[in-house]
């Protein structure tokens, strides 16, 4: 065995405290009030929110508009109950006592589901910085998700609007490609969403050419 003592090493150094990339004032400002308006997101030292999309509040319609009709239909049979069993021919009716207590659990039921729903709904939000996309799912009353794009890695950028409601109310879906991988990344009922794709593009094009975000 013979041992090499003629080989090289190069040995390179790294600065303890790497230089910082310049921050204008006007990115600075706007990246503390991004992070004073909104504490749940992970900002980087040069990152700020540029829009903040929620879902539109059409979709509160169907289960608002369930729980009021369930409601009202329970609150009226149990006002009506003595008619109701006199008319149907019931000889021994429930107390109404125990009528009343079983309307009141159904409603309170209804309610409760329908304060779940609203919440999850109302949780699911997207965020346009000027160098990413932040998407956050509420999926259940547990289950949350993150997703974050990388401004560089998305290739395409639509919204889509389908019949006369939407585009009477103005609402839509929020679709974006990424490259490599061809992931497919979508937001439901988005409120504005030609408004909400060209301010997206103009980032997209802004970060990918090194230019600032205007507006």
Not at 148 to 169: C, K, P, R
Request: proline share 5%; net charge negative; hydrophobic share 40%.
């Amino acid at each position: 065995m013979t041992n090499d003592s003629s080989q090289n090493y190069v040995h390179f150094s790294r600065a303890v405290d790497p230089a910082k990339p310049d921050i204008s004032p006007e990115v600075k400002t706007r990246h503390d009030e991004s992070v004073r308006r909104y504490p749940e997101l992970n900002l980087s030292e040069a990152e700020f929110v540029i829009s903040a999309v929620r879902r539109h509040p059409i979709g509160l319609f169907l289960p608002i508009g369930l729980t009021v009709f369930f409601v009202a239909l329970i609150i009226s049979l149990v006002i009506n109950y003595a008619i109701i069993s006199d008319s149907i021919g019931v000889l021994q009716p429930p107390a109404y006592g125990l009528v009343l207590l079983v309307g009141g659990l159904l409603s309170l039921l209804f309610i409760v589901g329908c304060y779940i729903s609203v919440w999850i709904y109302s949780n699911n939000k997207f965020y346009l910085t000027n160098e990413s996309v932040i998407q956050e799912l509420q999926i259940g009353l547990f289950t949350r998700r993150e997703q974050t794009v990388s401004l560089a890695n998305i290739e395409d950028a639509s919204y889509h609007q389908q019949g006369v409601i939407q585009s009477m109310f103005d609402y839509g879906s929020i679709r974006l490609s990424t490259e490599g991988d061809e992931t497919t990344y979508r937001f439901e009922y988005v409120a504005k969403p030609k408004q909400q794709i060209a301010l997206l593009n103009n980032a997209v094009e802004a970060f990918k050419n090194g230019r600032p975000i205007e507006g």
